[in-house]
């Protein structure tokens, strides 16, 4: 056996050595165990091999590895040392409880006997215990790039990272590239791994079984698993093209309309064979509705093979192949695809300090991670004639937008920490910035002359820009966020937008004065809008605040730009809304509003869906807009969040996790202003709908279809903003309740304001459960997969009733 042993046969060992182990104990204790697996699912030893002794067990373990280098070269996962004890869910009998709840929609009953070192008898008891129904059919999508991050935060505070790996069937390599590199999935899961004991399963005792008849007790009858459409079951809607569809007419403001696919994976979808991530339905739904560019995430040191020292991928070519079928395919529809170059990405410091040439291209450190310095020409040299192979290569790629100063660690200057690197600390952050941006846009334009690239000053310094943009190659396009800086002013609280705000009409003065030196420069223009939903409101794929979307199209149509970016990563659904923001023109607000509403819901109802349009755009406008609370408040989940009774002592995460951290999400509004806000916010969407049930003669066939998803959106949309503010209600009495000593009035206030916010969020969790089953759609954004399940709504369900009889033993 050869003396260098990788992480995934360290992880294979481990997961081996972990199971043997498991079943030498359940032998012990009289349990039957006919599965010894590791996290691939390969019987390694035949059931004799349970009565093998430890000492046995340990030399078998030894065979695994040959030297001491084994514990080293096991690939580190971020924040694995962590010591922050995770969550107790009290309202569970006990962790394994929780587990086997949590996972029994979307994990197989024999993988998690596998992952407690159980059998699925024992499995299936816990769960019948707590009223759980007889496991249907798990999706495949759970264990995929589709859907492991739903899995995967459902399980961040219930199994250390080995037991992750085993559920999720991934090697160290893999979760660790994910957590990295999946659109900040860590720092969505908090930047730390909460402190996990490995979970067992062990007999439940008469208390636990007490608890758990109680919460088959809160559920029953609530009718969550009965008459659900299967999540993910709206990609059916878009895998094949149509023949009646007929291709649109490009009547467009704008020359490029850029947007992300609604269900794209936004980690690694050119591996697919099959490309599931880019079917031809949604390419000409898209098309349809006016979009001629997709663009898709990139880490590019994953499309070129290891050159010189430099970073590559074993499967790089495979990459490019998939991107060639994928530029070929979208063609048909005449759509380009774009890649999103954030780079030159960072590495693990011990990519650097291990070898001596390497070294000299390591700059600004943060945490384990190190920059490459851009300072350095040979690290310049890489990015330009990767990016140009990958250009050569693939022949009529789009082009790319690059993100210079992002939440990525990227060159030194990309935090603006430059400074620390004996390098760039003699160098401007305007400079470094345009060196970068000039050897991305050499690189791509050597490949293909034809290439657009888009340059994004997206966190860059404002005092810079006109520096940079006036020094930027010429055939650039400067794209800047349409709404970035717009004042406001919302429940008398005054602040400025950042971005993902549909709430606020741009454009904002950033990027008008952006644009204005972009043309002055003569590069051309786009505006980076978000045109179906933001994360003000991300579990429906297109608010229905239509006239705010026709507002901020006729004010775009005022500004000379070139081309939109019409969605992050969330927002590429094929809506009303995408159609409508692309053809308006300056004067015809009104008549494209008309004629929507005629085209999608009949001349008959036409005027009621304005109406409903009006209504929810309207009350949108008191949104309490802060990125703070985009970020970390509970919209995203909605009912879905539990309740607390103790402070969990875990702060809200990146549209992640909200926990209870009601200063988070209410960000730079008091408690009750913020609250006001979401309660006028939700009224008009409450009041649209109104209008919508109130419509006498409903229309029939696709008019009807139409009427019907429109109303859950709205229902949807106004739910979740209610309960957002019942949390917080909530949550700050229960802080005041639990900061006094004594039970003095305000102490009796605060039970009262807790009892009421519970009884009214067990009612938004009933009316939002059968929304939620009819329309898969709901709850689901690309790259955080499914923000909950139904089963999640039950579960929040059962956090709020144990809430209540906590009150009533104050």
Request: aromatic share 10%.
């Amino acid at each position: 056996m050869s003396k260098s042993v990788t992480g995934a046969s360290a992880a294979l060992a481990l997961a081996v050595f972990s199971t043997l182990i498991t079943s030498v104990t359940d032998v012990a204790s009289g349990e039957e165990n006919n599965k010894l697996t590791s996290g691939s699912g390969v019987n390694y030893l035949s059931k004799r091999s349970i009565s093998m002794k430890p000492n046995i067990l340990i030399y078998i373990f030894i065979l695994f590895i040959t030297d001491a280098t084994l514990v080293a070269q096991v690939t580190p996962l971020p924040g694995e040392e962590g010591t922050k004890p995770a969550i107790i869910y009290d309202y569970f009998p006990s962790r394994m409880h929780a587990f086997i709840w949590r996972n029994w929609t979307v994990v197989s009953k024999d993988k998690l006997a596998e992952v407690l070192g159980t059998n699925t008898k024992n499995v299936d008891q816990v769960a019948r215990s707590m009223g759980l129904p007889k496991q249907g059919k798990i999706l495949q999508e759970w264990a995929s790039s589709r859907g492991y991050i739903t899995v995967l935060r459902r399980n961040w505070h219930l199994l250390p990272y080995e037991q992750i790996l085993h559920l999720l069937s991934l090697s160290r390599e893999e979760l660790a590239f994910k957590l990295i590199e999946d659109d900040f999935l860590f720092t969505k899961l908090g930047s730390i791994k909460p402190h996990c004991e490995p979970l067992r399963y062990t007999k439940p005792t008469k208390e636990m079984e007490v608890k758990a008849a109680k919460i088959a007790l809160y559920t029953k009858g609530m009718d969550a698993f009965n008459k659900e459409i299967p999540r993910f079951a709206f990609i059916n809607d878009f895998q094949e093209p149509e023949s009646t569809i007929v291709p649109s007419q490009d009547e467009s403001n704008f020359d490029l309309r850029l947007i992300y696919s609604y269900f794209a994976d936004f980690g690694d979808p050119l591996l697919d064979p099959d490309l599931k991530s880019y079917p031809e339905g949604m390419l000409q739904k898209l098309s349809q509705e006016g979009v001629n560019g997709i663009w898709l995430h990139s880490v590019l040191r994953m499309l070129v093979l290891e050159s010189d020292g430099f970073p590559g991928d074993e499967k790089a070519l495979q990459r490019i192949e998939g991107l060639n079928r994928l530029v070929k395919r979208a063609a048909k529809y005449g759509i380009k695809i774009y890649l999103y170059v954030n780079e030159p990405r960072s590495m693990h410091h011990d990519f650097f300090s291990s070898n001596p040439d390497r070294n000299e291209w390591g700059g600004v450190r943060e945490g384990d991670l190190q920059a490459f310095c851009t300072s350095n020409p040979e690290v310049l040299k890489w990015l330009s004639s990767s990016l140009e192979q990958v250009f050569k290569q693939v022949v009529g790629l789009g082009g790319v937008f690059t993100i210079t100063a992002s939440e990525n660690l990227t060159s030194c200057a990309s935090h603006g920490n430059h400074s620390q690197c004996s390098r760039c600390g003699k160098r401007s952050f305007g400079d470094i910035i345009t060196e970068i941006n000039t050897a991305i846009y050499e690189g791509v334009t050597r490949g293909d002359p034809d290439a657009k690239v888009l340059v994004w000053d997206w966190g860059w310094i404002d005092a810079e820009a006109e520096h940079i943009i006036n020094n930027l190659p010429k055939n650039c396009w400067l794209m800047s966020v349409s709404e970035w800086s717009m004042p406001i002013e919302r429940g008398g609280i005054e602040s400025h937008v950042g971005e993902y705000s549909i709430s606020s009409v741009g454009p904002g003065p950033r990027a008008i004065r952006h644009w204005r030196m972009a043309k002055n420069a003569g590069l051309k223009t786009v505006a980076k809008v978000q045109v179906n939903s933001t994360w003000e409101i991300a579990a429906v794929p297109a608010i229905p605040a239509l006239d705010l979307i026709a507002s901020h199209a006729e004010n775009l149509s005022n500004q000379d730009i070139n081309g939109v970016m019409l969605s992050w990563s969330l927002g590429g659904y094929p809506s009303e809304n995408l159609k409508l923001f692309q053809s308006l023109k300056q004067g015809e607000k009104e008549e494209a509003l008309k004629k929507l509403a005629e085209e999608t819901y009949g001349k008959e109802i036409a005027g009621d869906v304005r109406k409903s349009w009006q209504l929810c755009s309207e009350s949108f406008k008191e949104y309490p807009y802060h990125i703070g609370t985009l970020y970390k408040g509970p919209q995203q989940t909605g009912p879905a969040n539990p309740f607390f009774i103790k402070p969990s002592g875990y702060s809200a995460t990146m549209v992640g996790i909200p926990y209870d951290d009601v200063n988070a999400w209410r960000s730079i509004y008091p408690v009750q202003v913020w609250v006001s806000q979401l309660d006028k916010c939700s009224r008009g969407f409450f009041d649209g709908v109104a209008v919508l049930k109130n419509i006498e003669k409903k229309p029939k066939g696709a008019f009807l279809e139409n009427l019907e998803s429109l109303q859950t959106r709205m229902e949807v949309v106004e739910i979740h903003l209610r309960s957002a503010a019942e949390q917080a209600r909530f949550t700050d009495a229960r802080n005041r309740f639990l900061a006094s000593n004594t039970m003095d009035e305000e102490k009796k206030l605060c039970i009262a304001e807790m009892r009421k916010a519970a009884y009214q969020e067990l009612e938004l969790i009933q009316s939002l459960l059968p929304l939620v089953k009819k329309d898969p759609t709901i709850g689901f954004e690309s790259s955080n997969h499914y923000f909950y399940l139904p089963i999640d709504l039950l579960e929040a369900h059962i956090s709020v009733q144990y809430t209540v009889e906590w009150l009533n033993t104050l």
